[in-house]
């Protein structure tokens, strides 16, 4: 009923920027959170950032910095933009939604993932 389509993510330099986008469709009628995720092979997803309807954000201290969160209530869609990219955040990164759906039950979603390389 809810469909996360990331995009935005590849292969960068060192010190580069990407910007990912995460576009929400289908049974939503709020979205209360947005929040970015990355996992490792064989590790547990762990958040990047986050941020709330009334715009309160969260950062992984590694991030803290270098990331911004933002996203377009109106398009139901969500971006984060990396700046001074690392060779340390190489990972593949997923979009969560959490919110309200048109029936007034609760929503939590996950997007397909997407590659981002950073090499040295």
């Known amino acids: 009923q809810v469909n996360l389509l990331e995009s935005g993510g590849g292969l960068v330099q060192a010190g580069g920027s990407l910007r990912l986008s995460c576009a929400a469709s289908?049974?939503?009628?709020?979205?209360?959170?947005w929040g970015w995720y990355r996992q490792a092979p064989g590790k547990q997803r762990e958040l990047v950032a986050s941020?709330?309807?009334?715009?309160?954000?969260n950062f992984a201290d590694s991030v803290k910095g270098r990331f911004t969160i933002s996203r377009d209530i109106a398009e139901k869609t969500g971006y984060l933009q990396m700046n001074s990219l690392k060779p340390e955040d190489t990972d593949v990164y997923y979009c969560?939604?959490?919110?309200?759906?048109?029936?007034?039950?609760?929503?939590?979603?996950w997007g397909q993932g997407t590659q981002v390389t950073v090499s040295s």
């Open positions: 969560n939604v959490r919110g309200i759906d048109n029936d007034y039950y609760s929503i939590d979603y």
């Open positions: 289908g049974n939503i009628f709020s979205i209360n959170t």
């Open positions: 941020i709330t309807s009334g715009g309160s954000t």
